[in-house]
Nanobody, 125 residues
């Protein structure tokens, strides 16, 4: 069974860090890239970062460069999102997603074909 399961969310104070994990169980070979998105209450789901399984190449939303780092462990079929210097505006549900496309710099939300259930991240001021 193919599924994505996120974990690692929680409550953290501003300035703190969290590391999210996403296990891609039953990952098919057609999944070439993975991404993280986030959705705050009343807002659209926004792109955070993406990574290619094969090369580990990464791509970030401009506003998050330098604070967030995406990585992957091929052996564990797991993608991570390290989030540092967290701010209250980072509060959202964070989702991981899988894409059959390799050009991560042009991926949009519609290019992701499978989604996890999300994990809540709350940053207190």
């Amino acid at each position: 069974q193919v599924q994505l399961v996120e974990s690692g969310g929680g409550l953290v104070q501003a300035g703190g860090s969290l590391r999210l994990s996403c296990v891609a169980s039953g990952r098919p070979f057609s999944w070439l890239s993975m991404g993280w998105f986030r959705q705050a209450p009343g807002k659209e789901r926004d792109f955070v970062a993406a990574i290619r399984w094969s090369s580990g190449s990464t791509y970030y939303a401009d506003s998050l460069k330098g604070r967030f780092t995406i990585s992957r462990d091929n052996a564990k079929n797991t993608v991570y999102l390290q989030m540092n210097s967290l701010k209250p505006e980072d509060t959202a549900v964070y989702y991981c997603a899988a894409s059959p496309f390799a050009t991560i710099t042009t991926l949009t939300r519609k290019d992701f074909v499978s989604w996890g259930q999300g994990t809540q991240v709350t940053v207190s001021s």
